[in-house]
């Protein structure tokens, strides 16, 4: 087994309003899936994000809602924060760039020495102008056409086809803010020119194993010409640039998040493997790649993409405040019935849709086959033999079949669940069937319970279950960790046991449970 340190990135969320399933089902999640089943397994794991802050969605907020920039993104960020931790999303690291010591230095410093040595250098393009806002139009305040594709898109990049634009090039933008057909005029920003990394880039695409969609992305990158990605842009909200003769901007988000990435490094030549949505694809694959291959450090060996997550037909959309929010979410179905939803569901190669039926369903499963399986074998465990665990080796009609199958589908997890295959939609198949077979050994097996004068298949059966269920508590714990920890310290474990075979043992014969008063899985 290798213990190369693993570092796993997520998308920053943007602090524009609550946390939605949207993002769950996205990055966050599958993250957290990975980064469990590889401490699980032993491996050297971190995971990283932070809040984008700076995003121009956070002022557009602010805008609408008549208030400071700086409440916005504090007041969203924490409840981002603390509805990621409800989700059992934990990261390692999670910057907050106003919190974080030297960030705006670091930030500033990191395009200064860029400019200075000509891998940004300025450039007097067209910019989207609104007169009656007396504003200029970049990333979200504008609106218009994609110059690629057509699709309706916002400044920067379109979320449709992932094309990078510059905003001057969409197709009769528009002001968000008031829907003014914008003007277009002259403005000198500082640019990173991709082109000029272009053998880099290919030989890292070339290098780098990534699903399709992506890899038809980079070549339509690369045939049409590498963009030239603006970094800084005209506003009061972000980070000051301090080059000279462009000190009234602000450093642009995308560049942030390379900054971000390299903060988060903490000097460990680690290999990355990044979680994000397909419409951050430009940054995640070219900017970010060009300067990290630039400066000299790792460019990451690994991408999970997901599409959209739909609620009544559309993507779900923090700003348009069409979304079904994280909090009432899981104040609805609870953390494990939720995570198993939208890993059930995860938007891979194609978008999937929400509905509140099918997180219902998910509640089902758990309520109508996980938890009575583990009432009735803790219910009979107390009434016939006391409490603790009987000193016999498992057994039962059918044991021999069951543990041959269960091997196998520990073996099957561990596909589903390693970085090379990741699958946690075919990870959630497989702990349901073998909840359901276990189930089905024990109605089998319950009318020994009815023997007269041999009690000793019976506890045989008993014992034959609590080795499933010790196991369970360690394949399900990347999954459904609230529920998998219930289980397991019921049974005497620590949480997060390697997901193998091996864990199909029982508990040691005098053990006593201790089941929690409620539900193991769900509430």
Not at 273 to 282: K, S, T, V
Not at 405 to 418: D, G, K, M, P, Q
């Amino acid at each position: 087994m290798t213990t190369t340190p693993i570092r796993i990135t997520a998308t920053a969320p943007v602090p524009n309003g609550e946390l939605h399933v949207g993002h769950l089902a996205g990055p966050y999640v599958a993250a957290d899936v990975l980064r469990r089943f590889l401490r699980a397994d032993g491996r050297p794991v971190r995971m990283s994000s932070g809040i984008d802050q700076h995003h121009t969605a956070v002022r557009l907020c602010a805008l609408v809602q008549g208030r400071k920039a700086e409440e916005v993104a504090d007041g969203y960020g924490e409840s981002i924060t603390v509805d990621l931790q409800r989700a059992g999303v934990e990261f390692d690291a999670l910057l907050h760039p106003d919190r974080e010591p030297g960030y705006r230095t670091h930030v500033q410093d990191l395009l200064a020495r860029l400019h200075a040595d000509g891998t940004v250098v300025a450039r007097s393009r067209l910019l989207p102008y609104c007169r009656p806002c007396e504003r200029w139009l970049h990333g979200v305040l504008v609106t218009g056409g994609c110059p690629y594709c057509g699709a309706t898109s916002g400044g920067n990049v379109c979320r449709s086809c992932a094309r990078p634009n510059d905003c001057g090039d969409l197709l009769r933008p528009l002001c968000v803010l008031c829907g003014t057909p914008a003007d277009l005029r002259q403005y000198r920003r500082l640019y990173l020119p991709l082109e000029a990394h272009r053998d880099a880039l290919l030989d890292h695409w070339a290098a780098t194993p990534m699903a399709p969609r992506l890899a038809v992305l980079c070549e339509q990158l690369a045939r049409d010409g590498l963009a030239e990605v603006a970094v800084s842009h005209p506003a009061d909200w972000g980070v000051e640039v301090t080059a000279p003769g462009f000190e009234e901007q602000r450093v642009d988000s995308r560049f942030e998040a390379v900054a971000a990435h390299l903060l988060a490094e903490d000097g460990q030549p680690d290999g990355v493997l990044q979680f994000f949505g397909f419409d951050h694809a430009h940054l995640r694959l070219a900017l970010l790649p060009a300067l990290l291959l630039h400066l000299g450090r790792p460019v990451p060996v690994g991408h999970q993409v997901n599409e959209a997550y739909r609620f009544l037909g559309r993507r779900m959309s923090t700003g348009q405040r069409h979304a079904v929010w994280a909090l009432d979410a899981l104040t609805e179905g609870g953390s494990d019935a939720l995570r198993r939803h939208v890993l059930s569901q995860r938007p891979v190669g194609r978008p999937t849709d929400f509905t509140l039926e099918g997180l219902d369903g998910s509640r089902q499963v758990l309520e109508e086959e996980w938890n009575p399986w583990l009432v009735r074998l803790f219910a009979d465990l107390r009434e016939d033999c006391h409490g603790s665990v009987p000193d016999t080796a498992p057994g039962g009609a059918g044991w021999a079949h069951l543990c041959e199958r269960l091997s196998v589908t520990a073996a099957e997890l561990r596909v589903a669940y390693r970085p090379e295959s990741f699958d946690p939609r075919r990870a959630v198949a497989l702990l349901d069937e073998a909840v359901r077979l276990v189930g089905e050994f024990q109605l089998v097996n319950a009318y020994e319970r009815d023997r007269a004068d041999d009690q000793s298949r019976h506890r045989a059966a008993l014992v034959a279950q609590l080795a499933v269920a010790r196991a369970l508590a360690a394949w399900a714990w990347p999954v459904m960790p609230e529920g998998a920890t219930r289980l397991a310290r019921a049974l005497g474990d620590r949480p997060g046991a390697p997901i193998t075979p091996d864990t199909l043992t029982p508990p040691l014969p005098g053990t006593r449970p201790t089941p929690p008063t409620g539900p193991v899985f769900g509430f």
